[in-house]
């Protein structure tokens, strides 16, 4: 098993910067690759972006390329998201998510593990 912990969100205002964090435990070694997902209230779920363990493969949704960035830490065992140029839009509990096998993905399915959330308030 896999555990994984966000932190990092809060409440900021439109074009400030917020840097999420998700620390793995537990079974780390299987991890493949991971993604941030969010969710806003009364709408679906949805990628923003994700990575290859390794780093060398990243994908991110059009609403937040450019202004979004994944990395991680591997011997932290910890992923970030550096999220820069912060709109009202992008207020929603953000999830971190690692998956078992090969391949970065962009849906919800594709995902093994999850965080709790951490919540993200952009104001106007």
């Known amino acids: 098993q896999v555990q994984l912990v966000e932190s990092g969100g809060g409440l900021v205002q439109a074009g400030a910067s917020l840097r999420l964090s998700c620390a793995a435990s537990g079974r780390t070694f299987s991890i493949h690759a991971v993604g941030w997902f969010r969710q806003a209230p009364g709408k679906e779920r949805e990628f923003v972006a994700a990575?290859?363990?390794?780093?060398?493969?990243?994908y991110y949704a059009d609403s937040v390329k450019g202004r979004f960035t994944i990395s991680r830490d591997n011997a932290k065992n910890t992923v970030y998201l550096q999220m820069n140029s912060l709109k009202p839009e992008d207020t929603a509990v953000y999830y971190c998510?690692?998956?078992?096998?090969?391949?970065?993905?962009?849906?919800?399915?594709?995902?093994?593990?999850w965080g709790q959330g951490t919540q993200v308030t952009v104001s106007s």
């Open positions: 990575s290859s363990w390794s780093g060398g493969t990243r």
């Open positions: 998510a690692a998956r078992r096998t090969p391949m970065v993905q962009t849906t919800i399915g594709a995902y093994d593990y």
